[in-house]
């Protein structure tokens, strides 16, 4: 009697091992979609902005803030996209905790990278602006108004942004199954905040509260606390254009309404829009922003909108084509 061979799978487990890592790089550059060569592309050149700055405490910071950033990025996307992970919800999981967290982080890694660049402030040159289009900067205009109740008010809606964030992103990539719509957000989103945090690096200021002097004081009770206290310990600093307090929910409004039909953005669109529309003032009114840096976020968002629904659209039918699907589902279909 023929006996056939022991099999020995512990022993082909490393062969196997090894050929999913050879393919991965190869993998890698197949599947990866538009808002993950901008994301991993924004990483590396904000690594390299800083990589290039003179020496300082901040440089050192913002350099190994960026390389830990691009490099966390870069390793998702090869464990992901690169197929080393076996499809399935903890794939799906893994691409949107590693694609999102870096991103989120860039924002902080600002509060080092701006200074380190030794920028010259263009406060005046944008105030210059404001008076050329709007004339009279609208932080000016708007001192009038300022009440510790108005300031309270303001300050709420300003401090709401963090919440809208929150909900529209978070919501979005674990709780919508609609993945053509899911791309559209992402894709969108990736372009406002990538967008942004690089041109703070090209169009530093501090804003109207640091440049020009008003004849009332900001005050009020516990948003405006909030608000102040986080500009001041978790804030860039040199933040302001374009507005991403502007930008954001500008992009999360147009999101919502082009998707009305759905149960979910029938409510969210006009409840969105009023929020929208105060916290666009309250970024006037509370002096963070110039007129133009506003005009410059509402720009983007639009932009980052239209551009975001084009690709989700071009890419949706990439599984046709054998290649992985852009939002791989975290449960069933």
């Known amino acids: 009697m023929t006996h056939a061979p022991p099999q020995h799978p512990r022993v082909d487990a490393p062969r196997q091992a090894l050929a999913v890592l050879a393919r991965a790089p190869g993998a ?106 709007f004339g009279i900067s609208p932080a000016v205009f708007l001192d009038r108004f300022v009440t510790p109740g108005s300031t309270e008010w303001f300050a709420f809606f300003y401090y709401s942004y963090f919440y809208i964030l929150a909900a529209y992103l978070t919501g979005s990539m674990f709780f919508d199954r609609d993945r053509q719509r899911l791309g559209e957000i992402m894709a969108g989103g990736t372009i406002v905040v990538c967008t942004t945090h690089f041109l703070y690096t090209l169009v530093p200021g501090m804003g109207p509260h640091a440049t020009l002097a008003f004849d009332h004081d900001l005050t009020g009770g516990f948003w405006w606390g909030l608000v102040a206290n986080t500009v001041s310990e978790g804030g860039a600093q040199l933040d302001i254009f374009p507005s991403l307090h502007t930008a954001f929910p500008s992009f999360f409004f147009l999101h919502a309404l082009r998707h009305r039909a759905a149960p979910a953005f029938a409510i969210a669109w006009p409840v969105t829009g009023f929020f929208v529309a105060n916290i666009i003032i309250a970024t006037l009114f509370l002096r963070w922003h110039w007129g133009v840096d506003i005009v410059a976020g509402l720009a983007l968002a639009t932009l980052a909108h239209r551009l975001g629904v084009a690709i989700a659209a071009r890419e949706f039918s990439r599984e046709r084509h054998g290649l992985q699907a852009i939002w791989e589902p975290l449960r069933g279909k």
């Open 28 to 133: 890698t550059l197949r599947n990866m979609a538009a808002h993950d060569w901008l994301a991993a592309g924004f990483h590396f050149v904000m690594w390299a902005r800083v990589a290039f700055a003179p020496d300082s405490h901040d440089a050192s910071v913002a350099r190994r803030a960026a390389l830990g950033l691009f490099a966390c990025t870069a390793l998702v996307l090869v464990l992901t996209r690169g197929e080393v992970v076996p499809a399935g919800a903890a794939r799906a999981f893994l691409y949107r905790l590693g694609l999102f967290v870096p991103t989120f982080l860039s924002y902080f890694e600002l509060r080092y990278l701006l200074p380190a660049l030794r920028p010259q402030l263009l406060d005046l040159q944008l105030h210059a602006l404001d008076a050329a289009i």
